[in-house]
């Protein structure tokens, strides 16, 4: 039931190319390089050797939000912009591998039109170190071994090596509430939430899902198993186990950057009631235990969801 939260391997970052002109070098076999330290200039740095030719990066970016590290760059005269996404463990310096369980992602966009190569989950090698990590900067050295990404024209492996980069993280500003007619709310561990930033609510194949995200980027997902059938009133509330078992029961999810609970484990218990549903519209209440997600990189302690409540324009399908 842990079925979403391969979370960051569903974070490698969207980053796009810009300006003109510009080609792929000529893709080599795989290497491990060398590293070379991090620079101690005093701005942001970012660089690397790209099947052996120096790239040194004009526009550097990075952040560090919800327990997530990215770091952005490029060279817009030739069409090259490389990325990176992971997530630091408590002691943050330290390597971090991509590989078949890897929290870590890259991604290289080349020539215009870009081709693309990355690496994250069971796609691509190497390691990025970081050797040094503060509240407002980090720095450290990677070597990638990045594969092609089917559609862009991209072939042959791409090796990355001597990457190195000094970086001062840039504040990322909250995204603005919006406007609904559709809501769900809670309390988490005696904390206010609601959905202020998004919000939405299906029915297809007999499973009723709902999903909510604050402005903090706290997505909080339900997947109720429904009667296909299901109309209240003038059917009875219906109740829908949350409890963790080896029969049926509804998935409550919940992300916040690189931290993920859920109830698909020992120890996650709750019930949701739907107390309306029509063709339009769905109303109901939750109440839940939410625990860690193995896929942590830094475990999570127990999260508990009281009174719960959600009121969604419903879409059927």
Known sequence: MNRMMSGLAGMALAVMAGACGGSSTSPSAPSTGSSTPAPTTSGPS????????????????????????????????????????????????????????????????????????????GIGSGSVTITAFTSTSASGTFALNLAPVPGTGSAGTK????????????????????????????????????????????????????????????????????????SIPPSQPANISLTFSPTPFGVVSMVLGSQHWDNGFAGGVGTATITSISTTRVVGTFNVTLVNNPINVVPVATATLT???FDMTLERF
């Open 307 to 309: 009174n719960g409540q």
């Open 159 to 230: 090796v990355i090596t001597e990457g190195s980069f000094n970086v001062t993280f840039t504040a990322v500003p909250a995204p603005a509430p919006t406007a609904s007619t559709s809501s769900i709310s809670v309390s988490i561990d005696g904390v206010a939430w609601t959905s202020s930033l998004t919000r939405r609510a299906t029915l297809g194949n007999n499973l009723l899902t709902l999903t909510g995200q604050d402005t903090n980027l706290r997505v909080l997902t339900l997947v109720l198993p429904v009667s296909g059938s299901l």
């Open 46 to 121: 970012l660089s690397f050797r790209m099947d052996g030719n120096l790239v040194t990066a004009t526009s550097v970016t990075a952040a560090f939000v919800n327990g997530i590290f990215t770091l952005g760059g490029g060279v817009p005269a030739s069409n090259v912009t490389f990325s990176l996404g992971l997530t630091p463990t408590t002691t943050q310096t330290g390597t971090y591998s991509l590989g078949p369980l890897s929290a870590t992602n890259a991604l290289l966009l080349v020539g215009n039109p870009a081709q693309s190569w990355n690496g994250g989950v």
